[in-house]
């Protein structure tokens, strides 16, 4: 169980454009999804907060009109990064956290595999 | 800056040793997690252990936490060249927050 995925895996893409990265919870339901990025030898920073049905909660320096987060279902959440430009390349990780007990634990955040987004 | 240290920030050791890895943090927090990380791949979570516990056991793997020092410690004991990855200390606060330590890169030489 427990069990997160992200699509695409790699993606690589012109400035300027647009690019969406789909996050699934594939056996649970995710009250509550987080989108981190991830640079070369860095850690994780946290960008913003997705609770589903209402709007993402994004830390202090995080563009939100850039960074555009939909959480429209329990299992779905998507990051757009618009109008993307080379210093956005990066690795970009969701998580999810169960809102439900049973077999996942409602404390932890399960990561997706990560997305690396190179922009041109 | 940002919440918890990790170190050391690289540890290299041979086959059948003891890996162990520390972790502090400055303000309160509801829990700690450990994550491992192999290289350009997603996170998996290790342990959490809660602010009222001191610690957890799971197989190789042993954390501790001390609330008084504001640390934690993760253990791996007869470690493998498979457990050759980076190891995140993730501090979760209010909001369900976690914020991550700069990594240990641990390398198990055969």
């Known amino acids: 169980g427990a069990v997160v995925s992200q699509h695409p895996s790699r993606v690589i893409c012109k400035s300027g454009t647009s690019v969406k990265i789909e996050c699934r919870s594939l056996?649970?339901?995710?009250?509550?999804m987080f989108w981190y990025r991830q640079f070369p030898k860095q850690s994780l920073m946290l960008m913003a907060t997705s609770n589903e049905g209402s709007k993402a909660t994004y830390e202090q320096g995080v563009e939100k009109d850039k960074f555009l987060i939909n959480h429209a279902s329990l299992t779905l959440s998507t990051l757009t990064v618009t109008s993307a430009h080379p210093e956005d390349s990066s690795f970009y990780i969701c998580s999810a956290r169960g809102g439900y007990s049973g077999s996942v634990s409602t404390d932890t955040q399960y990561f997706g595999p990560g997305t690396r987004l190179t922009v041109l | 800056s940002q919440q918890g240290e990790e170190d050391p920030q690289a540890l290299s050791i041979q086959e059948g040793e003891n890996a162990t890895m520390n972790c502090s943090y400055k303000?309160?927090?509801?829990?700690l997690q450990w994550y491992r990380q192999n290289s350009g791949r997603g996170l998996v979570h290790l342990i959490l252990i809660r602010s009222n516990e001191r610690e957890k056991h799971s197989g190789r793997l042993r954390v501790t936490l001390d609330t008084s020092k504001k640390s934690s410690s993760l253990l791996i004991t007869a470690s493998r060249a498979a457990d050759t990855a980076s190891y995140f200390c993730?501090?979760?606060?209010?909001?369900?927050?976690?914020?991550f330590g700069e990594g240990t890169q641990l390398t198990v030489n055969p």
């Open positions: 056996d649970f339901q995710a009250t509550t």
């Open positions: 993730a501090k979760e606060t209010s909001g369900s927050r976690l914020t």
């Open positions: 303000t309160s927090i509801n829990n």
